[in-house]
Antibody, heavy 118, light 112 residues
Framework: EVQLVESGGNLVQPGGSLRLSCVAS????????MTWVRQAPGKEPEWVAI????????NYVDSVKGRFIVSRDNAKNSLYLQMNSLTVGDTAVYYC???????????WGQGTKVTVSS | DVVMTQSPFSLPVTLGQPASISCRSS???????????LNWFQQRPGQSPRRLIY???KRVSGVPDRFSGSGSGTDFTLKISRVEAEDVAVYYC?????????FGQGTKLEIK
């Protein structure tokens, strides 16, 4: 079964850090570009970051540049998002998704909830 | 960033009637190879987004053929020929041509 399973979401104070994980199964993870997309309550999804097949290429939305780092471990079929200097504005459900081709996000996880609050 | 503008924001539709959602991009989404990177997603209440259509009009396997996509350049449309109860959802367009990828603000389809 093709599947993405996120974990690591939690309640964290402003200025804190969190590391999200996403484990893939049922497809060739090591050949796939992977993305993180977040969705604040009642808002549209927001594309956050992307990483290429071997981790040598990454891109981020401006609002997280310098604070978030996307990485992967192909041996573990896992994608990660290290989030630092968190603000209230980072509160959202975070989804990992496969970017099959030019934004064609064909596989999505169920999401993990991140709440930044004092 | 490329701005994706959807309309309407809310779409009440009678069961069995057609529905149409518009999406406009602030820049062209056409690649030099001729492909246009505009995708449509459906998000049912409490669920993750699900892709419906990619590259303007290519329907994903398993998506009912009552869903269709059209458009070119900067103006795109998602149509549902006959709305069914399971179509209640928020629909988003998303462009994949430019960085960062950007989504429209969504159209909430509800049954009248």
């Amino acid at each position: 079964e093709v599947q993405l399973v996120e974990s690591g979401g939690n309640l964290v104070q402003p200025g804190g850090s969190l590391r999200l994980s996403c484990v893939a199964s049922g497809f060739t993870f090591s050949s796939s570009w992977m993305t993180w997309v977040r969705q604040a309550p009642g808002k549209e999804p927001e594309w956050v970051a992307i990483i290429n097949e071997d981790g040598s290429g990454r891109n981020y939305v401006d609002s997280v540049k310098g604070r978030f780092i996307v990485s992967r471990d192909n041996a573990k079929n896992s994608l990660y998002l290290q989030m630092n200097s968190l603000t209230v504005g980072d509160t959202a459900v975070y989804y990992c998704a496969r970017d099959r081709d030019w934004g064609d996000l064909d596989i999505w996880g169920q999401g993990t909830k991140v709440t930044v609050s004092s | 960033d490329v701005v994706m503008t959807q309309s309407p924001f809310s779409l009440p539709v009678t069961l069995g009637q057609p529905a149409s959602i518009s999406c406009r991009s602030s820049q062209s989404l056409a690649h030099s190879d001729g492909r246009i990177f505009l995708n449509w997603f459906q998000q049912r209440p409490g669920q993750s987004p699900r892709r419906l259509i990619y590259e303007v009009s290519k329907r994903v396997s398993g998506v009912p053929d009552r869903f269709s996509g059209s458009g070119s350049g900067t103006d795109f449309t998602l149509k549902i020929s006959r709305v069914e109860a399971e179509d209640v959802a928020v629909y988003y367009c998303m462009q994949g041509k430019h960085w960062p990828r950007t989504f429209g603000q969504g159209t909430k389809l509800e049954i009248k």
